[in-house]
């Protein structure tokens, strides 16, 4: 069996495994990557499918073990490819991509499974395991070929006391251990930490804090998938007499999936329409929107920049109810700024204990590796320090050090005879999607987007007589971005004109450069030399 990541590994998002036996292919999972302070004006980022992109026939199934977009949100653009690819997953998960896939046009076809479900996709026999995560029905899976077993975790914790009483399936892991797991795919996000994850019912004493001790309204922003916390603050809302209203068309989306599925459990009467609480007293309102990671276009962040038809005041309460992703902290902070500018008490992680992790600390790792027993392990899901830590400590339970295998985006891993070796490497680029434009974009375009926020812009309008291939009349430039005096501007265009008497000379000796690329040139050089900036710079050259 050949196993590649085409995204996961050294990033946390982008989650896309390829499972390859008997000419077969069966992906795990198919996610985004949230976009950075380096990739101006991009949506969001794919995996790379050029791998299989001439094998979509031979995709037996997409197996999704849980609903958050770092999974499931770039299902749509791989069935643009092949439309009729099986997707295998649980009610919930099923429910928030089909939603998905309706923005998109497109229907999919489903297998809904559940814990304890075994199908057989092509050579595939894949088995569901029930885990907790911060999302209701998240499902590990059991991948059986006859050349050996793989457990894939997807994201899972260790949670006794999850809210919805769905504990991870320790006894079924024992079991698959026993059988004999030949690779493990493990979670690693959380490696890092010690101990484990702090139970999700442990925030209660803090979200109350925050409603008992709110004068105004409260606004608390979550990821639009995060049923559990969502549930909190619900459950708590109706304790102090509040009323309320989901904000953002993906809060709203969700939330009535998880309602009419029984996922969500909101108390009849306290559910109410936004729009009606403009009339409610602030002391009685709760908002619940989403932009908990300092995202743009969220609703959280266009009320920061008092662009949303929700304005923050002063004396309001704001509750960011999740974890920083790593890449996020400096948007995140920008609005926890901006909220208190305004006047509003913001309570976050830093300050208060209003979130804990969906992902497994150090100490459940190392439980999940000594009732396995696997014979070699594959970290995933996490950045290398990630990586390196849950590696770690699968050697600290036994495991030989040379049957740990830290692989990247596009290394192909081959397990063959109950050893997993590295074997190759298949393309697995950042794929950017910029607006309706997919991979349209390269590093090259952002690299310059990136140089025009920096260094700004020069255009240099040239008028050129034909004849002698002389400027006509000083050349005009037009600036943005940053500022020249125009006495500075003739001595630029001085320059300029002394580069095309110079080209002329060297044209009449044989070399030849176009007009466009002197001019630009000469520019640059002035700029780098007076000015000590790099801005981009475009030529127009005009026959006089």
Not at 48 to 74: C, K, M, N, Q, S
Not at 168 to 184: H, I, K, P, S, Y
Not at 468 to 476: F, R, V
Request: net charge negative; proline share 3%; with cysteine.
């Amino acid at each position: 069996m050949r196993i590649v990541a085409l995204g996961g590994i050294g990033e946390i998002g982008r989650n896309m495994t390829v499972f390859e036996f008997d000419g077969k292919l069966l992906i795990v999972d198919c996610g985004v990557l949230f976009p950075e302070d380096h990739h101006p004006g991009v949506n969001v980022i794919l995996p790379d499918f050029t791998a299989i992109r001439d094998r979509l026939d031979d995709v037996v199934a997409v197996v999704l073990t849980h609903g958050h977009e770092d999974h499931i949100g770039a299902v749509p653009y791989l069935l643009k490819e092949r439309a009729d690819i099986p997707l295998v997953g649980s009610q919930l998960t099923l429910a928030f991509i089909e939603a998905k896939l309706k923005e998109h046009r497109i229907t999919p076809k489903t297998v809904q499974v559940k814990e304890g479900d075994r199908r057989t996709m092509g050579g595939f026999d894949l088995e569901f395991v029930a885990v907790n995560h911060s999302i209701p029905d998240s499902l590990a899976v059991a991948i059986r070929t006859a050349a050996g077993m793989v457990l894939h975790t997807g994201d899972f914790k260790m949670d006794q006391f999850p809210l919805d009483r769905r504990i991870t399936d320790l006894g079924a892991f024992a079991r698959l251990g026993a059988e004999g797991v030949d690779l493990f795919l493990t979670d690693s996000t959380n490696a890092d930490v010690p101990g484990f994850t702090t139970s999700e019912k442990d925030l209660a004493p803090a979200i109350d804090e925050v409603f008992r001790t709110a004068p105004r309204r409260i606004i608390v922003s979550s990821f639009a998938s995060h049923i559990h916390r969502i549930q909190q603050i619900i459950d708590t809302a109706q304790r102090h007499q509040r009323k309320v209203a989901f904000v953002g068309r993906s809060m709203v989306r969700n939330m009535t999936i998880a309602n009419d599925l029984g996922y969500l459990k909101i108390p009849q009467g306290t559910l109410v329409d936004f729009r009606k609480l403009e009339k409610t007293d602030d002391h009685k309102v709760v908002l619940i929107c989403t932009g908990s990671q300092g995202e743009p276009m969220a609703a959280l962040s266009r009320m920061a920049n008092k662009d949303h038809a929700i304005r923050i005041h002063e004396g309001d309460t704001v509750l960011l109810a999740s974890s920083l992703i790593p890449g996020n902290e400096s948007a995140i902070y920008s609005i926890i700024n901006a909220l208190t500018e305004i006047g509003a008490n913001v309570v976050h992680k830093g300050n208060a204990k209003v979130h804990v992790s969906g992902h497994a600390s150090a100490g459940e790792l190392a439980y999940c590796y000594n009732i396995v027993k696997p014979r070699n392990v594959m970290p995933v899901h996490g950045e290398w320090r990630h990586l390196r830590a849950n590696a770690a400590i699968a050697v600290s339970t036994g495991v030989d050090q040379r049957d740990v295998v830290i692989a990247e985006d596009g290394v192909t891993v081959d397990l063959h005879r109950g050893r997993a070796t590295i074997s190759g490497k298949v393309p697995a680029g950042l794929i950017f999607v910029d607006g309706d434009s997919v991979g349209g974009i390269t590093e090259d375009t952002l690299r310059e987007r990136r140089r025009l926020a920096e260094e700004g812009s020069v255009t240099v309008l040239a008028i050129i007589d034909a004849e002698t291939g002389q400027t006509a009349e000083l050349p005009e430039f037009f600036t943005k971005g940053f500022s020249c005096s125009d006495e500075d501007l003739d001595k630029a265009g001085a320059a300029v004109e002394k580069a095309l008497k110079d080209a002329a000379s060297n044209r009449q000796g044989g070399r030849s450069l176009s007009l466009e690329t002197i001019i630009e040139r000469a520019t640059a050089n002035w700029m780098r030399r007076f000015y000590n900036r790099t801005p981009v710079i475009t030529a127009i050259v005009v026959d006089a």
